[in-house]
């Protein structure tokens, strides 16, 4: 059996704390401490970069805390006292025929024009230079029926938007009156919507610039589709008589005066004014029916009025210039038309 070997390191080789322990002598403090100065420093370091380590975390914490809290007593309150909007009010005697259904309350409040993005009034007020008719004063406001944009040229190009207003009631009478709604009894758009007017329904044709324009420009569009109307009925069975062709050229210069030297901004508007005469009373044997006035406003100034003359007959400025708007021939926007034929003729279900 080997015998164990004696230590063969000296002891004074030892580390002096270790050495003193085995010699079982007190270690000498200089000898622990001889580094002392610098021990105390480190361990604040060392406490200070702990602690500030844990305030972090702690306030990455309460912003947690804080944030999921707020989120949750947001979604309480939304579940517990719901949100209501406001919409517009409706009319007493609003028509579902004439307004498609609305989801929201812009919605309720204006038509978007699809080829344009002009924003239209659904209803309008009463024009400044509306007379009590059928029942009706000047507080009624009208309802838009149709609206479609007005192009020239093959380019296409984008004059204005043409919407068409109607006095609600009475146009609602009008047409289940004829039977019209369903469209049976066989007659054209142009023939619908002059019955109308000749049996007194009010109506606004609002003109909406797309473009910066004047109205000596648009006046001598008006003029245009009241000549092309007139050249129309010269080829008819029965054309216009002489007395005739001079009211109709009379009315056309007074038309000319009603504009002013001035320029239409975009998105402005012009309104055209139909209603019966108030000059004239209509007669049942008149030939086309009431007499009809047209009226210029723009921002509810009355610019002028062209009075229906009973030398005309039906061949009046008012009628010729409505009807170029849904003629069955070369109308002033085919987009238009078809936009009031879709209301006046709904497709069958």
């Not at 085995?22 to 001889?34: C, E, I, K, V």
């Not at 002013?260 to 008149?286: C, I």
């Not at 009025?305 to 210039?321: E, K, P, S, W």
């Not at 170029?324 to 987009?335: I, M």
Request: glycine fraction near 6%; charged fraction near 20%.
């Amino acid at each position: 059996m080997a015998s164990l070997r004696p230590l063969t390191r000296p002891v004074s080789s030892l580390p002096r704390p270790w050495a003193a322990k085995q010699l079982g002598q007190p270690a000498n403090s200089s000898t622990l401490f001889r580094n002392s100065s610098t021990l105390p420093r480190r361990s604040a370091s060392a406490a200070s970069s702990s602690s500030g380590k844990a305030s972090a975390r702690a306030t990455r914490a309460g912003v947690a805390f804080s944030l999921i809290l707020t989120l949750a007593v947001g979604a309480y309150s939304l579940h517990r006292f719901p949100l209501h909007l406001e919409a517009a009010p409706h009319s007493q005697h609003a028509a579902a025929s004439l307004l498609p259904p609305s989801q929201t309350s812009q919605e309720e409040d204006f038509h978007i024009d699809s080829a344009t993005s002009q924003k239209l009034p659904r209803r309008i007020a009463s024009p400044a230079s509306f007379a009590l008719v059928n029942g009706s004063g000047k507080d009624d406001s009208l309802v838009l029926l149709a609206s479609g944009v007005r192009t020239v040229s093959f380019l296409r190009v984008q004059v204005y938007v043409a919407a068409l207003y109607v006095l609600e009631r009475p146009f609602e009478d009008f047409m289940r009156g004829q039977g019209k709604a369903s469209g049976s009894s066989g007659e054209s758009l142009e023939q619908t919507m002059r019955q109308a007017l000749e049996a007194g329904v009010p109506m606004v044709l609002k003109i909406v610039p797309v473009k910066n324009t004047d109205f000596a420009h648009l006046r001598d569009g008006f003029t245009r589709a009241v000549q092309l109307r007139q050249k129309y009925l010269r080829k008819t069975p029965t054309p216009p008589s002489e007395e005739q062709e001079e009211s109709l050229s009379l009315s056309l210069q007074r038309l000319k005066e009603c504009f002013p030297k001035a320029s239409l901004k975009k998105g402005e508007h012009l309104d055209l004014v139909f209603q019966p005469s108030r000059v004239t009373a209509p007669s049942a044997g008149a030939v086309g029916g009431k007499g009809v006035d047209l009226t210029f406003e723009h921002d509810k100034v009355v610019l002028g009025t062209v009075q229906y003359d009973t030398r005309g007959g039906n061949m009046d400025v008012a009628r010729l210039l409505f009807q170029a708007y849904v003629a069955d021939k070369d109308p002033v926007s085919e987009v238009f038309k078809k936009a009031v034929s879709q209301k006046i003729f709904p497709p069958s279900q």
